[in-house]
Structures are given as C-alpha cells and as structure tokens.
C-alpha cells in the first residue's frame, strides 16, 4: 500500500512539474501577443525584438513542458493510468517576422501565437484534469 501512495505521489509531482511548465509558457505566449499587437500597429524594432524575446521564452518552456509530459506519462504508467496532451512549438514565423516586418507578417505571426496558446491552454485543461483523477484515485 505504502508502494501505492509513493507511485501515486510521483505522478502527482511530475504531473505538477508539467503544469508549472505549460503555465510558464501561457504566461509567455499571452506576453507575445500584447507585445504582437503593439508591433502590429507601429511598435517598431523594440517591440519586435521583446516579443521574439517572450516567444523564445515560450518555447523554452514549451520544450520543458513536453519534457515534464513525457515524465509525467511514463509516472501514470506506474499507476496504471495514461496522458497523451500533444503540443506544438512550432517555428513562430520568426524569420519572416524580423526580416520582412509588416503588417500582413506580423499577422501571422499573431495568429501562431494564438495557435500556440491554444495548444497550451488545451493541455493545461487536460494535466489539470488528470490530476483531479489521480487525486481521486
């Protein structure tokens, strides 16, 4: 029993571990997209380079996330449960972005931010879902 609750407790941390990352990666994305709308409408050079900043950020968490998932799962295996939340990280557009900055560019690269918070966001619903399993189980 006492086997069980170790095993369950590992899950529940590496399942932690997991959401602290997507979460970092929200947190990123979301600051991404303020500075992406202020580049959008004029922001220039600066905001340009903070946003890629935020971005860079993002999927440095995003690469840790999917790390952590990995772990996450194979500790669900352990106690006979499964996760598979998939993300993306995707390549941002972010040479176009720097290279050939304007609006219809700077759109793009907004609408892969969304597309990544998305992603995140869904995978944030389901490690938090999981977890309200596991702690039940």
């Not at 602290?20 to 380079?49: C, E, H, P, V, Y």
Request: charged share 25%.
């Amino acid at each position: 029993m006492a086997y069980d609750l170790e095993k369950k407790q590992e899950a529940i941390d590496a399942g932690n571990r997991a959401l602290r990352s997507l979460k970092d990666a929200q947190n990123n994305l979301n600051s991404a997209r303020n500075w992406g709308i202020w580049d959008m409408f004029g922001g220039g050079f600066i905001s340009t380079m903070v946003k890629h900043s935020k971005m860079d950020r993002a999927r440095q968490n995003m690469e840790q996330a999917r790390y952590d998932l990995k772990n996450f799962s194979r500790e669900l295996n352990d106690v006979n449960m499964t996760c598979h939340p998939d993300i993306e990280t995707g390549d941002f557009l972010s040479f176009a972005d720097w290279f050939f900055d304007g609006f219809v560019v700077d759109w793009m690269v907004q609408e892969r931010i969304n597309q990544a918070s998305g992603q995140v966001a869904e995978a944030i619903r389901r490690v938090e879902g999981i977890l309200g399993q596991l702690q039940n189980y």
